[in-house]
């Protein structure tokens, strides 16, 4: 169990250097061939952290924590390492030091902080008031109603402290219903197919990416405004599904350790993308160029 669970935060951990790569598509306002194929690579791997999200679920779930001791050991590890980074980064940045610890936006990989502080702090109330089914389906309908409807992005407008967990609940008590019934779900994830997941994986990409390429460039190719609140959520759960069939094989040694380091590697990373960025752009490679995804990819797969 706890080999998936490492080999799983290895694949989280690359999907998210990934979409870091490929999402500096975002400062081309042009679409091209380079710039469309990023934008479909960004949104087929943007299942990275609801992917960790759904892990820290699992994991809670399976060490079950007395409540002091679980708020001191989760707290002993994140809040150090979020306000040296958010001081690290907010000095990289050249952003206010107070205001990036107060508002996690010292870089744009630490509003991840805000989510999971949040989703600790009610990790105790979820298990009080876990029902199974009941709970997980409450949870997609939190989720999809304070990040879906329009009329509930008010919310949006409280500090992140306050709301940003709720982007993520939905993964969270996933983790934790997958942990409560983990051997039915191996059985049935072992027993299929992985073409069966493969498939409505990619008409799920397919979407997403249409979507994108709606909202970044105005290209329009079919209307689904109605299928757009759950194609995100139903994309990724079957995406870690198919992270799961692979993390349970035997993976690589390098592998092994990228999953042990995740943590680290998670806060560490965008200084070496920015710092690559800045060397390729005395070279004048830019986010316009091919070769300016491959060099920042590989250099920054190579490096861990």
Same mark, same amino acid.
């Given at each position: 169990?706890?080999?998936?669970?490492?080999?799983?935060?290895?694949?989280?951990?690359?999907? @998210?250097?990934?979409?870091?790569?490929?999402?500096?598509?975002?400062?081309?306002?042009?679409?091209?061939?380079?710039?469309?194929?990023?934008?479909?690579?960004?949104?087929?791997?943007?299942?990275?952290?609801?992917?960790?999200?759904?892990?820290?679920?699992? @994991?809670?779930?399976?060490?079950?924590?007395?409540?002091?001791?679980?708020?001191?050991?989760?707290?002993? /590890?994140?809040?150090?390492? %979020?306000?040296?980074?958010?001081?690290?980064?907010?000095?990289?940045?050249?952003?206010?030091? $107070?205001?990036?610890?107060?508002?996690?936006?010292?870089?744009?990989?630490?509003?991840?902080?805000?989510?999971?502080? !949040?989703?600790?702090?009610? %990790?105790?109330?979820?298990?009080?008031?876990?029902?199974?089914?009941?709970?997980?389906?409450?949870?997609?309908?939190?989720?999809?109603?304070?990040?879906?409807?329009?009329?509930?992005?008010?919310?949006?407008?409280?500090?992140?402290?306050?709301?940003?967990?709720?982007?993520?609940?939905?993964?969270? =008590?996933?983790?934790?219903? @997958?942990?409560?019934?983990?051997?039915?779900?191996?059985?049935?994830?072992?027993?299929?197919?992985?073409?069966?997941?493969?498939?409505?994986?990619?008409? /799920?990409?397919?979407?997403?990416?249409?979507?994108?390429?709606?909202?970044?460039?105005?290209?329009?190719?079919?209307?689904?405004?109605?299928?757009?609140?759950?194609?995100?959520?139903?994309?990724?759960?079957?995406?870690? !599904?198919?992270?799961?069939?692979?993390?349970?094989?035997?993976?690589?040694?390098?592998?092994?350790?990228?999953?042990?380091?995740?943590?680290?590697?998670?806060?560490?990373? =965008?200084?070496?993308?920015?710092?690559?960025?800045? =060397?390729?752009?005395?070279?004048?490679?830019?986010?316009?160029?091919?070769?300016?995804?491959?060099?920042?990819?590989?250099?920054?797969?190579? $490096?861990?």
């Amino acid at each position: 169990m706890f080999r998936e669970v490492q080999n799983l935060r290895a694949i989280a951990i690359l999907a @998210v250097i990934l979409i870091h790569v490929t999402a500096k598509f975002t400062a081309v306002g042009s679409l091209t061939y380079v710039t469309g194929t990023a934008l479909v690579l960004d949104t087929g791997v943007q299942f990275a952290v609801p992917l960790f999200i759904c892990i820290s679920g699992f @994991v809670l779930t399976i060490k079950n924590y007395p409540l002091s001791t679980f708020y001191f050991k989760r707290g002993s /590890l994140i809040l150090p390492a %979020y306000l040296l980074f958010s001081v690290i980064y907010a000095a990289y940045f050249h952003h206010p030091i $107070l205001e990036s610890i107060l508002n996690a936006n010292g870089s744009y990989h630490l509003p991840f902080f805000a989510a999971i502080f !949040g989703l600790y702090l009610f %990790y105790p109330v979820i298990m009080r008031l876990y029902f199974g089914k009941i709970t997980l389906l409450v949870s997609l309908l939190i989720q999809l109603y304070f990040w879906q409807i329009p009329y509930a992005f008010w919310l949006q407008k409280l500090p992140i402290w306050l709301y940003y967990w709720t982007w993520t609940i939905f993964y969270f =008590v996933l983790g934790i219903y @997958v942990c409560k019934n983990y051997v039915k779900f191996q059985k049935t994830l072992e027993s299929l197919p992985m073409i069966w997941l493969i498939l409505p994986a990619l008409a /799920l990409w397919s979407l997403m990416a249409l979507r994108w390429l709606n909202i970044y460039y105005g290209v329009r190719f079919i209307q689904t405004v109605s299928l757009n609140p759950l194609i995100d959520p139903a994309l990724y759960v079957i995406q870690f !599904g198919i992270a799961y069939k692979i993390a349970s094989r035997e993976i690589s040694q390098v592998l092994k350790n990228v999953g042990d380091y995740s943590f680290g590697i998670y806060l560490i990373h =965008v200084l070496i993308l920015e710092e690559t960025v800045q =060397v390729l752009s005395q070279y004048n490679v830019d986010c316009t160029d091919v070769i300016f995804y491959i060099i920042l990819s590989s250099f920054s797969f190579r $490096l861990l």
